[in-house]
Structures are given as C-alpha cells and as structure tokens.
C-alpha cells in the first residue's frame, strides 16, 4: 500500500517562500510521475507541478518563474520550492502520486499567504 504524506505548509507573508515535502512509502518503483496540485475553496483542483522519475518537469501556468519542483528519489521524496508567494497562492496543496497505473493521493497541507 501506498501513502504519501505531505509538509510544509503554512503561514506565510506576500513575497515570502515555502518549500513542501511529500514522503512516498510502500512498493514504488519503475516509472512513476509525482506532482503536486492546489485546491483553493470553491475551486477545482489544478496542477501546480509535476515531475517524472526520469527527472522531466512540467508546471502550472501560476508556478512558471516562481515555483521548483525536484525529487529525492532515495528518499521517494519530492520538494516544491515556493517563492514569491502571492496571495491568490493560498490553497490546500496536495501531493499526487502515478505508477503502474495506479493513483494516490495525500491529504494535503495548507499553504496560506497573507499578510
């Protein structure tokens, strides 16, 4: 079974970062595609970043400039980097896991921006 949890989140100021983590654990291994999404209230759920085990990123057109995402595979672990955080970022951000056509999701960490 596979869980993923987040961390990260919190309280921050406009113009500050954040760097989220999400920890995979049980049986993952071949090729897989971690990301992570937001979901602000009343609001679907939309891609902020993505990031293939082979290394190959993709992002959301709100985390182009600002964000990173980068992956510690020994540790199945992947970071997002936040920064510039705006206002409009706060949301409840989850970590999505892909493989052997199989999806999981964290339960999230809340990132609100404010000052």
């Known amino acids: 079974q596979v869980q993923l949890v987040e961390s990260g989140g919190g309280l921050v100021q406009p113009g500050g970062s954040l760097r989220l983590s999400c920890a995979a654990s049980g049986n993952i291994f071949g090729i897989y595609v971690m990301g992570w999404y937001l979901q602000a209230p009343g609001k679907q759920r939309e891609l902020v970043a993505a990031?293939?085990?082979?290394?190959?990123?993709t992002y959301g057109d709100s985390a182009k400039g600002r964000f990173t995402i980068s992956r510690d595979n020994a540790k199945n672990t992947v970071y997002l980097q936040m920064n510039s955080l705006k206002p409009e970022d706060t949301a409840v951000y989850y970590c999505?896991?892909?493989?052997?056509?199989?999806?999981?999701w964290g339960k999230g960490t809340l990132v609100t921006v404010s000052s």
């Open positions: 990031i293939v085990s082979g290394g190959s990123t």
């Open positions: 999505r896991l892909t493989v052997r056509g199989m999806e999981y």
